[in-house]
């Protein structure tokens, strides 16, 4: 199994910048696409980014041109660099992960981000 550790989030006003982190242990040999997803408050969860072990990505587009997903993978650690944040980005924040046959390992703990007006 995977177990992903997500930091970083916090509280911050509108236009600034924040950086999560998830660190992933346990099978990290397994894992192929490390990413982000999040959930307002009372709203679904949807993809954020994500990240291919060979560093191919994929970016939702609210967040296109501010944040940025990156990955160290001999630190098996995922990133997410999130410039000129909004309200709107308000939300738990998830880590994920799937194996190279698109297995989903369990969730993060999630961290929050809240931004201010």
């Known amino acids: 199994q995977v177990q992903l550790v997500e930091s970083g989030g916090g509280l911050v006003q509108a236009g600034g910048s924040l950086r999560l982190s998830c660190a992933a242990s346990?099978?990290?040999?397994?894992?192929?696409?490390m990413g982000w997803y999040r959930q307002p408050p009372g709203k679904e969860r949807d993809l954020v980014a994500t990240?291919?072990?060979?560093?191919?990505?994929v970016i939702a587009d609210s967040v296109k041109g501010r944040f940025t997903i990156s990955r160290d993978n001999a630190k098996n650690t995922v990133y997410l660099q999130m410039n000129s944040l909004k309200p709107e980005d308000t939300a738990v924040y998830y880590c994920?992960?799937?194996?190279?046959?698109?297995?989903?390992?369990?969730w993060g703990q999630g961290t929050q981000v809240s931004v201010s007006s």
């Open positions: 994920n992960a799937r194996d190279y046959g698109g297995r989903q390992f369990n």
């Open positions: 346990g099978s990290v040999f397994s894992i192929n696409v």
């Open positions: 990240i291919t072990t060979r560093g191919y990505t």
